[in-house]
């Protein structure tokens, strides 16, 4: 009785049920279960618009800040370039590629700061001291960008392997009420019936007599 009503259970599982069963058991899959790494890449997004903004407004700051005056224009390409990979981020679907864009940027910040920077005068210290946390904050975020662009191409991975669903799909062209009868006049052909020699007595196959 019991493998009975198992058997029964399982020829009645319908291509829904087998994709639940196959997320529940392998993990969900698609960017709705991984949403983590896209939440942090909005979030750098976000960030990288609010330095782009600050570095377009107020550049003569961050060149009197990291002695590097006379380079406003240079920290007004950054700011552009950090609000259109900020916008990018924000808007784009696939967000990895422009996060590895900001990882890229935060090399080329990171290079500036090293080789551009110039302290000197009265400020120097200062300066310096403002290098120092500068190049520790663009370090950490090129950490996190770096962690956030591996982590949404791990996420692509996952999620193109059962992110379809196909039950709503029966496999037949036409609704079941619409073909119902449809075959009720179909014949086996000859060449896929049994053998004549081949099959059992019966009613459709009288004896033959016998010497």
């Known amino acids: 009785m019991?493998?009975?009503?198992?058997?029964?259970?399982?020829?009645?599982?319908?291509?829904?049920?087998?994709?639940?069963?196959?997320?529940?058991?392998?993990?969900?899959?698609?960017?709705?279960?991984?949403?983590?790494?896209?939440?942090?890449?909005?979030?750098?997004?976000?960030?990288?618009?609010?330095?782009?903004?600050?570095?377009l407004l107020a550049p003569r700051s961050f060149c009197r800040a990291f002695g590097m005056e006379g380079q406003e224009n240079l920290f007004r390409a950054y700011g552009v370039r950090e609000l259109a990979t900020g916008v990018a981020i924000m808007m784009s679907h696939d967000p990895a590629p422009w996060m590895w864009g900001r990882v890229g940027g935060d090399a080329i910040d990171l290079a500036t700061m090293a080789v551009g920077a110039d302290p000197k005068g009265a400020e120097e210290g200062e300066q310096r001291r403002n290098i120092g946390i500068a190049v520790a904050a663009v370090a950490g975020v090129t950490v996190m960008d770096a962690i956030c662009a591996v982590g949404?191409?791990?996420?692509?991975?996952?999620?193109?392997?059962?992110?379809?669903?196909?039950?709503?799909?029966?496999?037949?062209?036409?609704?079941a009420d619409a073909m119902r009868g449809a075959a009720s006049d179909f014949e086996v052909p000859a060449d896929f019936r049994v053998p004549e020699p081949l099959r059992p007595w019966g009613a459709d196959r009288p004896a033959t007599a016998t010497a």
Request: no cysteine; glycine share 16%; proline share 4%.
């Open 2 to 55: 019991n493998t009975h009503k198992h058997g029964r259970s399982r020829r009645t599982r319908t291509p829904r049920n087998l994709v639940a069963s196959t997320q529940a058991t392998r993990g969900a899959t698609g960017r709705g279960a991984h949403s983590g790494y896209e939440a942090l890449a909005k979030g750098l997004g976000v960030f990288s618009i609010g330095l782009g903004l600050a570095e």
């Open 152 to 175: 949404l191409g791990m996420d692509q991975r996952i999620s193109s392997v059962g992110d379809y669903d196909y039950g709503d799909r029966t496999g037949f062209p036409r609704p």
